[in-house]
């Protein structure tokens, strides 16, 4: 929110995209964390590489980097933006896997929803590929770690 009021409803109440026109260009950052809990069996299929599927965790980073840049076809009111760098970093352990997604552009405007579309897609790809084996997995939470440049400055979460 900005001044108290949300940034996407115009007076009126209506959506609107907001005109970042006259915002300066600078350099943008953003890190989103999520995790994906699961059985024993599925964990362990993902890190042996023995999902039926395929390479897990390689499908899913693809996935989580081209939905980053998607992310204005899937979020109605994100701007289109030309992202300078996405990483997808995926860590297996016994009881799941963890993703954390780094965005970075330089623009008008800032790229916390490409990071939180790109872990949100790779998460959703780890259980498509392994919804075979537990198909009572659990994704979540999602979050916001950090955000760098603009107007409104740095941040960072609290308890990562």
Do not use: N
């Not at 009126?12 to 953003?30: C, L, N, P, Q, Y």
């Not at 362990?44 to 590489?49: D, M």
């Not at 109605?76 to 552009?105: F, I, S």
């Amino acid at each position: 929110m900005t001044g108290g009021r949300l940034t996407h409803v115009d007076e009126a109440g209506a959506a609107h995209m907001i005109d970042v026109s006259a915002k300066a260009e600078t350099t943008r950052h953003a890190v989103a964390r999520g995790r994906i809990s699961m059985s024993a069996d599925a964990a362990r299929a993902i890190i042996e590489g023995s999902a039926k599927k395929g390479d897990v965790l390689a499908v899913a980073r693809v996935a989580g980097i081209m939905a980053a840049k998607k992310t204005s076809e899937l979020i109605p009111l994100c701007h289109p933006l030309m992202l300078a760098k996405v990483t997808l970093d995926l860590t297996a352990d016994e009881q799941g896997v963890t993703g954390t997604a780094t965005v970075r552009t330089t623009g008008q405007t800032g790229v916390e929803m490409e990071a939180l579309t790109a872990v949100s897609v790779a998460l959703l790809t780890i259980y498509d590929m392994a919804k075979a084996i537990d198909k009572g997995m659990i994704i979540g939470p999602i979050a916001l770690i950090e955000k760098t440049g603009g107007k409104s400055g740095d941040w960072r979460a609290e308890a990562p």
